[in-house]
């Protein structure tokens, strides 16, 4: 292919990479226009080139097809998972050879993208649906990570604190936002929190700054953990009674610059954010 062809390619390209990662399905590939691209090329390059991505790393998820199953969002991967992931994938420094507890983890997408891509040093899956613990065990496992039995194993293994340690330590915890009490997150020992998609009704904003009022009393090495919450705006009223409720529980936030590296399929149109909170 002429340098020109390739870069008129490279959207077609993208294109593939994008669905191929994303699972979808066969009938959702851009076939036409890679037709019409191949009657006007001389040569075979743009297929091979089809055929040999994706490169790079992977993760393998099983998900429900549904977005709603089980009575539960958990159990497919939103949009604002994968919009943490890139963030995360672009700023590895901040979850190197740090704990990272997550909250709402669902199929683990975003979790399983920092702890392949971003080296932590251990990584606390959480939610409180025991379909989506049970998913998320077996996802974590699906990709070669072993899951530590409890907190106390978590904090054990000194010889994986190295900073050449090939892979985080890492434990799935029924964490109940409603319930869960400042000694058992404190247990963690979390550097940093992080959640995806989790306001999507005032029920579950008010838990979510409930919990996090509770992290804001965890200290490790005297400093308390930098927490990031990455959703999509859907609905304007449940964001203004986040930031609202956040201002009430004495937790100052600022908005995370907007990353440009899309790497992953979700919706062009759908338009998200990530606040940083200081707890
Ligand atoms: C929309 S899903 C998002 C899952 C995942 N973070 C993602 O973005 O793909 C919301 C998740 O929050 C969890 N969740 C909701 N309320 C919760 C609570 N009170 N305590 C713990 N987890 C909760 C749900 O079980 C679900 O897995």
Sequence with gaps: MAPEDSAEAAPLLRSFERRF????????????SLE???????????????LQKPSGDSITLCESTAIISHGTTGLVTWNAALYLAEWAMENPAGFAHRTVL???????????????MCRPRAYVFSDYHSHVLEQLQGNVLLNGLSLEPNVA??????EHDTADAESPRVMVARVDWDVVTVPQLAAFQPDIVIAADVLYCPETVLSLVGVLQKLSACQKDQRVPDAYVAFTIRNPETCQLFTTELGRAGIPWEEVPRHDQKLFPYEEHSEMAILKLML
Excluded: M, N, V
């Excluded at 990662?21 to 036409?32: C, G, K, T």
């Excluded at 019409?36 to 089809?50: A, H, N, P, W």
């Excluded at 997550?102 to 392949?116: D, F």
């Design 153 to 158: 194993a978590l904090a054990q293994h000194p």
């Design 36 to 50: 019409e691209k191949l009657r006007d090329s001389s040569g075979t390059e743009l297929l091979l080139d089809i």
């Design 102 to 116: 997550e909250l709402g983890s669902g199929a683990g997408l975003t979790g399983l993208a920092i702890c392949k």
């Design 21 to 32: 990662l994303a699972a979808r399905a066969l009938s959702s590939f851009p076939w036409q």
